[in-house]
């Protein structure tokens, strides 16, 4: 299971996004892109990770992952940095377990997520944040980045202290070997594995927004 499937079956539960069969993913939402999905224009920098705003339904209907969309965290660990980013906040969330930070932007993060902060799979990490006018629409920002980071690292978007940013949607949490407690991850990958609510793979249609 990749990173972006267990997180997708929490937010799938937590937002009740019944029949959900694809994210919507326009080119420039996905990893590495260079360009901006919302107006075509270059990235000040490779896209860190993926931008999820919208979803297709078992009956190909859109939905909206829209402002106020919950997001809540797979993989247990502590809150290292809660920095601003231009659309809200960005949440850093290291989880030695799987040797993972998992970052969460464009958020109003929810009370108690502050550096320090201990947190469990499922935790509510915040909200997506409203637009601001500056063109971007709503949206969750999804990074995931191989390393460690503690809470007075002072890490952010412009220092992720040698973090390497990997593809959410490619790493895969069965294949990791930098486990430090194999026994808690793997009943965690059981526990996901046994939830048949939700498809075990998720396609991505790469698709281009209307107009
Ligand atoms: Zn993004």
Redesign the pocket.
Known sequence: MTYLEALTRMLAAANHMHGFSSWVLPEG?GFNAVLNWWNGRERPRP?????LFCWRDVDGGRKDFGAGSLAVCPLAGTVVSVCPDFLGASVFIASPDFGLIQIF??LRPAEGIRPGAKIGEGTLVGTVAPATGNGARP?L???LATGTAHADDGIDWDNLQGLTLVNPGGWDLAGMRRSVEKRRAQCFLNRMTADSAFPDTISHTGEKLPG
């Open positions: 939402a896209h860190e990770g993926m931008d932007g464009h949206h920002h999804v990074s």
